[in-house]
């Protein structure tokens, strides 16, 4: 067994304090501050009582300790291993002295080199094996830097200078490298090595024998850097060409505007034109395609000028601070971290020393916390800064109109111990943390619901686009559970292109898609974080249908009136009468009107509006009892009554203590009840029935008019109430004999009629 690990055990076994010749392990052991990678650690909380440096220490050590390799081999790895880490240790006093006599602890694997410099006990100075272990330290886990676009090649070039002078011949550091990376990486993940290990050995023999792999463009970069976000299903193609294309507008627009000539960038460029103009050589285009073919040129460019800065620079913990984020959201990052201008501070411009390294680390740190034990990412962090760049337009970043917000900003930064560092993150204000730190703290209490609207409010977040915080995944899985009793809409649609609105985790687009292959499902939802998860599942999954980011009352601003064959509200109209504020009140029959006649108006005659909704009971003066089969559940009504907001929750109790109440409360309760503390917070602020069978039609002719016939209209119990709350509650009569639950769910079809109908 190598001898570090040995020294590891005796530690554990309780040894204390470590042998004073192995100087590495006290500082990882003495470490008071958790300096790690956020994106691999389960749980924030249990950092308290571990030690998840010296942990991936021993696994590397492992690692090497179970590889066939010679004994010098062995010996030059645990050392570069032991010490590889170092710069995240020491005891805060330590890490302070460190710094003043200029260790980068910023940079951890040039923190390190340093720190052995210093503190390593081999006894030997200036050899030629100790330049060699010195140099791995230094350029330790860049290959793995390199494949994740983190680090360029030349990061790697003190290897190759190793061979060039002699120290080590080309075959030496090849057999060096790939058990070293094989360690760091494994360490990691057996199976991350496994799928990155032929391009290891590829790029290692490219340093090795000194060879290029060749300048990254920023797209290839960029792809690098969202690999993670690429397998969980981001398109980066059609992202990339998004971005870019806005660029380009803002380039065109202001040479436009200055009359000058397309700006051109360091690359070739051939100088076709773009739809009418002339390209550098002057020429128009000879066609339509040489046209295209100079229009991506020039956009590329654009995007390629915009993050030129980045070339050459290092970047730390981008994966962790920032995959949550769309890729506009990180250009737009990357942007503002190259700046030097308002927002930055002073240390930018101190010193005549170049940026080398831009660090997350900061950002990363604030952007994860525990939830219910599990690392998760702070939502509401994540919801804020979206907005903050979402309406961050890119022309404004740099400049003077970039739009102020008191609670939030951009910071960018240098530490007088690391010049060559540059450090970005957001701030928020301290009313602002306060009031995350509220609604952390709050949650799965009566007191989040108001805590969340606290926090829309301060920072105009819309409340029906953002009515989940931590389960959305899980409620949009939840959504997508609901296939069999959906199915039963297809049967009504007409038409070819079907509109199904907020259209959550996309069951519905899949059905349709599956079944009614003639026919083009689009959805429509309010939701960015709605839209950029089904994105992220067409992208995975292969899907034909398309998703758009609209507005549910003004249809005919997304879609051409009279070209809808169907529009599909599939539980959705509950949410917008119960979260769109109309006319400045929320439980408005009047969002509802609005809806339908969005529907209706771009329908085309023979057009269908399919609805599947809530529905309340006739007579609604009947009364029904509810008992509670476990006693403290009957804090769940009495929270229930004073939380619900969409009317009043009338409640009687008998002298034995069962609740008494109309049948639409009692059955408006029993939804949000069914649904658990979980959900409570959300579901306690929708109002899943608002008409009676009668009183919705009779709705339906009113707003509608003549042209709209109900052809469907059937309402019924939905399979899964009655089995979720038995064992809770027994629902009753007036006179307390048990009786089944009324029916909660309606399917309504109303068809346009007009000259010209649409075949089914």
């Not at 470490?31 to 909380?45: D, F, G, K, P, T």
């Not at 003639?518 to 292969?542: H, W």
């Amino acid at each position: 067994m190598l001898t570090s690990l040995k020294e590891i055990e005796a530690y554990r076994r309780g040894t204390e304090p470590p042998v004073p010749a192995y100087t590495w392990l006290r500082f990882l052991v003495s470490a008071e501050e958790r300096i790690v990678n956020l994106e691999r650690i389960r749980s924030i909380h249990e950092l308290a009582d571990a030690n998840p440096v010296l942990d991936y220490v021993e696994r590397t050590l492992r690692i090497l300790d179970g590889l066939k390799l010679s004994f010098w081999v062995k010996e030059i790895l645990e050392t570069v291993l032991v010490w590889s880490e170092t710069a995240k240790g020491g005891t805060v006093r330590q890490r302070m002295q460190w710094q003043a006599v200029g260790i980068n602890l910023f940079v951890h694997n040039i923190g390190s080199a340093q720190l052995f410099d210093r503190f390593n006990e081999t006894g030997e100075t200036g050899t030629d094996k100790l330049l060699v272990i010195r140099t791995l330290i230094e350029t330790h886990g860049l290959i793995g830097q390199y494949i994740r676009g983190e680090v360029p090649f030349e990061e790697n070039e003190p290897l190759t200078e190793i061979v060039k002078r002699g120290f080590l011949t080309p075959e030496e550091l090849h057999s060096l490298l790939i058990p070293l990376n094989h360690c760091i990486i494994g360490a990691v993940s057996p199976e991350l090595w496994s799928a990155v290990r032929s391009e290891v050995e590829e790029l290692t023999g490219h340093i090795s024998s000194g060879e290029q792999t060749g300048v990254w463009s920023v797209r290839e970069r960029l792809r690098k850097l969202r690999s993670g976000s690429i397998r969980r299903g981001e398109n980066f193609e059609a992202e990339y060409e998004k971005v870019a294309e806005a660029l380009e507008a803002i380039e065109l627009a202001q040479a436009d505007e200055a009359g000058e000539a397309m700006p051109q960038g360091g690359q070739v460029f051939v100088g076709e034109a773009l739809d009418g103009r002339t390209g550098e050589a002057g020429q128009p285009a000879r066609d339509k395609q040489a046209g295209h073919m100079g229009q991506a040129r020039y956009h590329g460019l654009a995007l390629e000028r915009a993050l030129q800065p980045l070339a050459g620079k290092t970047l730390w913990y981008v994966e962790s601070a920032l995959q949550e984020f769309s890729l506009e959201e990180v250009v737009k990052v990357f942007m503002l971290a190259l700046q030097t201008g308002a927002n930055a501070d002073s240390a930018m411009t101190m010193a005549d020393e170049p940026v080398h390294h831009i660090s997350f680390e900061r950002l990363m740190n604030a952007m994860y916390y525990d939830y219910k034990g599990v690392k998760k990412i702070n939502v509401y962090k994540k919801r804020i800064i979206e907005k903050f760049l979402r309406e961050l337009a890119f022309e404004h970043i740099g400049s003077s109109e970039a739009p102020v917000n008191p609670h939030l900003a951009y910071k960018v930064e240098r530490s007088p111990s690391s010049a060559d560092t540059v450090f970005f993150t957001f701030e928020f204000s301290a009313a602002a943390e306060k009031l995350i730190e509220f609604c952390m703290e709050a949650e799965k209490s009566p007191l989040y619901e108001k805590a969340v609207l606290l926090l829309f409010d301060l920072f105009e977040l819309r409340r029906d686009a953002y009515d989940r915080f931590h389960n959305e995944e899980e409620y949009l899985e939840t959504m997508n559970r609901t296939a069999d009793y959906k199915s039963v809409m297809l049967e009504f649609i007409t038409g070819e292109k079907v509109l199904d609105i907020g259209p959550g985790g996309g069951v519905m687009l899949d059905l349709i898609e599956q079944r009614l292959p003639d026919k083009q499902p689009v959805g429509i939802d309010i939701s960015t974080n709605v839209i950029e998860a089904l994105n992220r599942k067409k992208q995975l999954e292969g899907h034909r249908w398309e998703v758009l980011k609209g507005d549910a009352l003004n249809l005919k601003d997304y879609v051409h009136p009279g070209t809808v064959g169907t529009v599909i509200f599939s539980s959705i109209l509950h949410e917008l009468y119960s979260y769109i504020e109309w006319n400045g009140s929320r439980f408005n029959l009047d969002t509802v009107a609005a809806a339908l006649r969005s529907a209706f108006d771009v329908l085309a005659a023979g057009g269908r509006i399919i609805i599947r909704d809530g529905i309340m009971t006739e007579p609604v003066e009947m009364k029904r009892r509810i008992r509670f089969l476990v006693q403290e559940d009957k804090e769940w009504l009495l929270r229930y009554t004073g939380d619900f907001a969409g009317r009043q929750i009338q409640v009687e109790y008998a002298e034995n203590g069962d609740a008494v109440m109309p049948v639409n409360d009692a059955m408006e309760f029993l939804y949000t009840y069914t649904w658990g503390e979980e959900a409570y917070v959300h579901e306690v602020q929708e109002q899943f029935g608002y008409f009676t069978p009668s009183g919705y039609a009779d709705f339906i002719e009113k707003v509608l008019g003549p042209e709209a016939v109900i052809v469907e209209f059937r309402h019924f119990l939905q399979e899964g109430y009655t089995d979720a709350l038995a064992g809770k509650v027994v629902f009753m009569d007036e006179k307390g004999s048990p009786v089944p639950l009324p029916d909660s769910t309606c399917l309504i079809v109303i068809e346009k009629r007009g000259e010209t109908h649409l075949d089914n």
